[in-house]
Each structure stands twice: as structure tokens, then as C-alpha cells.
């Protein structure tokens, strides 16, 4: 793999570039308040604006060539809409995990598989990763729904594996691989 970072992307509807201390205001008001947002995630929902920046300085303090970390942007508004990152990343197989969320007024205008796409395809095509996964509680289903969008296969579901803000529960794994986004772009 050639670690780049977190490099700005741009798709039709959006940008996707680095977490900045200014995303503060429209990252609390947009989705980090929101316990709808944040029913199925592992954080609970934040209850201040100084608390999303004490968050954000963290990320933007931590950025390195082997950190990918996007806020996104809403291009007809410039509002930070919500985030996707790579959660993980196992060097020895080059494969990483994302997570991704973002507020609830712009859920159902396929903004999010747009965002996620343009991830898969950096990762694949600059960055060398040959396994992208994510994960999503099964009684989020919008959440996996995006996942089959952006070309992610069903994998399984293990049972009580994880934990979010509704408890233990169990965690449907979905994946593409490398192989299978190439043979999709002919």
C-alpha cells in the first residue's frame, strides 16, 4: 500500500477533505447532537459545540499519511453534512473498515453512497487496499442498504459481536474487494 492520507476528493454533490476546528458548529447542529444519528453508532450524541471542537482538534492533531479521516461538505450550502472514515486498517492484508454517518435532512438523497463510493475508489485505486469493509447493526438497515450501493457484499452476521448506544448486539459484516470494483469499472 502507498499511504496518502486524507486527500480532498470530489464528487458531483460533494466534497470530502480534512476535519477543520470551523466544522464545529454544522458538525453539532447537522448530526453529533442527534440521537437519531446516533442510535446505532458507538458514541453517544455530543452536547456541545465546544465538545465537537475538542473533537475535531483531536482528528486534526492526529491527521498522518496512514490517517483518513473526511468531513463532508454539501457543495450548494458548504455545510458540513457529516463524516466517513477508515476506522481501521490491517496492513498484512491491506484492508480497512470505514464508518461513516451523517445528518438525518439529508438522508434518502443518496449523498452518503456518493461519498462512500469516491472513498472505495481512492482507496483501491491510489492507496493499494485490496479488502474494504463496514459493518452496521441489523436493525439499521438503511446502513447496509448503502453498503449494496456502493458494491458491498454480504458476508454474515455475528451474533451479539458488537456493541452500540441500543446494547450488545449483533453485527452484519459486508465487504468488497478490490478484484470485484475492478471487474465493476469495465
Known amino acids: 500500500m502507498k499511504h496518502l492520507g486524507t486527500k480532498t476528493l470530489e464528487t458531483e454533490r460533494l ?3 480534512r476535519y477543520r476546528t470551523e466544522d464545529a458548529a454544522d458538525m453539532f447542529r447537522n448530526w453529533a ?3 437519531e444519528v446516533t442510535r446505532y453508532l458507538t458514541w ?3 452536547t456541545s459545540v465546544e465538545n465537537v471542537r475538542g473533537y475535531i482538534s483531536w482528528i486534526v492533531d492526529s491527521y498522518a499519511d496512514d490517517k ?6 454539501y457543495k450548494p450550502t458548504h455545510e458540513a453534512i457529516g463524516a466517513i472514515d477508515v476506522i481501521g486498517i490491517r496492513e498484512d492484508i ?3 473498515e470505514i ?3 451523517m445528518g438525518e435532512r439529508f438522508w434518502g438523497k443518496g449523498l452518503m453512497p456518493e461519498a462512500f463510493k469516491e472513498v472505495i475508489r481512492y482507496l483501491f485505486t491510489e492507496i493499494g487496499m485490496n479488502r474494504i469493509e ?15 450501493k456502493c458494491g458491498l457484499l454480504y458476508e454474515g452476521t455475528h451474533r451479539q459481536a458488537s456493541r452500540n448506544n ?21
Open 134 to 148: 463496514a459493518t452496521h447493526d441489523p436493525r439499521n438497515p438503511q446502513s447496509g442498504r448503502v453498503m449494496e
Open 99 to 101: 464508518g461513516y454517518c
Open 68 to 73: 483518513y479521516n473526511w468531513m463532508i461538505e
Open 94 to 96: 491491506a484492508s480497512c
Open 166 to 186: 441500543q446494547g450488545i448486539c449483533d453485527c452484519v459484516m459486508r465487504a468488497i474487494l478490490k478484484e470485484d470494483y475492478l471487474k465493476n469499472q469495465s
Open 15 to 17: 466534497i470530502l477533505r
Open 33 to 35: 447532537q442527534s440521537e
Open 44 to 46: 453517544e450524541p455530543y
